[in-house]
């Protein structure tokens, strides 16, 4: 299982972009890199998920090199409400059947 | 917005009682999974399944048992509560099929042991 690195913590204000970048040296050439939210005393929801280059939906972007060792979610214009912790991880669904590993995550805090 | 119920959402119990959470989802998914977390801290697998009557345990030791008789339904029983089973208990589902492969998590069950 590729083990992935994120800062602990981020600090930001209204209408600020905010970029996570995770770190995972060892991803393997079946894993997909996902992202999770979760709130406090929420279970996580998934935001968006990629395997290469550039991934956009109505949450986020995933920006993924060519390398794939590293990562980065990108929120745009962040609020107070985005305030929470985020995940990356890396899974294999062929051979893990999907089991998620998280690690820390980081915990965005969003000010006024 | 996911179809995946927990409940109690908070229970509160004395060691030794038995115990059971439920977990239900109206999604069809064939897999379903328990996660168990702390406060602050990650989140861990307890116990996975692929379908009915597949149950395997996760990547952390737990002295809870499952069970998956129906498509849409895996409770969690533990036997005899003890004080260090006080967490928070995340039960999620997902499908085997194509397209984005994400986990739908349910609201959680915040379990104390007294």
């Known amino acids: 299982l590729a083990k992935t690195t994120q800062p602990i913590s981020m600090d930001s204000y209204e209408g600020q972009e905010v970029n996570i970048t995770c770190s995972h040296n060892?991803?393997?050439?079946?894993?997909?890199i996902t992202w999770y939210q979760q709130f406090p005393s929420q279970g996580p929801r998934f935001i968006i998920q990629g395997y290469k280059t550039k991934v956009t939906n109505e949450v986020a972007s995933l920006f993924i090199p060519a390398d794939r060792k590293s990562s980065t979610l990108s929120l745009p214009r962040v609020s107070l409400s985005d305030t929470a912790v985020y995940y990356c991880l890396v899974i294999d669904w062929g051979n893990q059947g999907g089991k998620l590993i998280f690690g820390q995550g980081t915990e965005l805090s969003v000010k006024p | 917005e996911a179809d995946i119920y927990q409940t109690p959402r908070y229970l509160v119990i004395g060691t030794g009682k038995k115990i059971t959470l439920e977990c239900s989802q109206t999604m069809g998914h064939d897999k379903m999974y328990w996660y168990q977390q702390d406060p602050g801290m990650e989140l861990h697998l307890i116990h996975y399944s692929y379908g009915v009557n597949s149950t395997e345990k996760g990547d952390l030791s737990s002295e809870s048992t499952v069970s998956r008789i129906r498509t849409e339904h895996f409770p969690l029983t533990l036997e005899s509560a003890r004080p260090s089973h006080t967490s928070q208990y995340l039960c999620a589902s997902s499908t085997s099929a194509g397209g984005a492969y994400e986990q739908y998590f349910g609201p959680g069950t915040r379990l104390t042991v007294t």
């Open positions: 060892n991803i393997a050439t079946n894993d997909y």
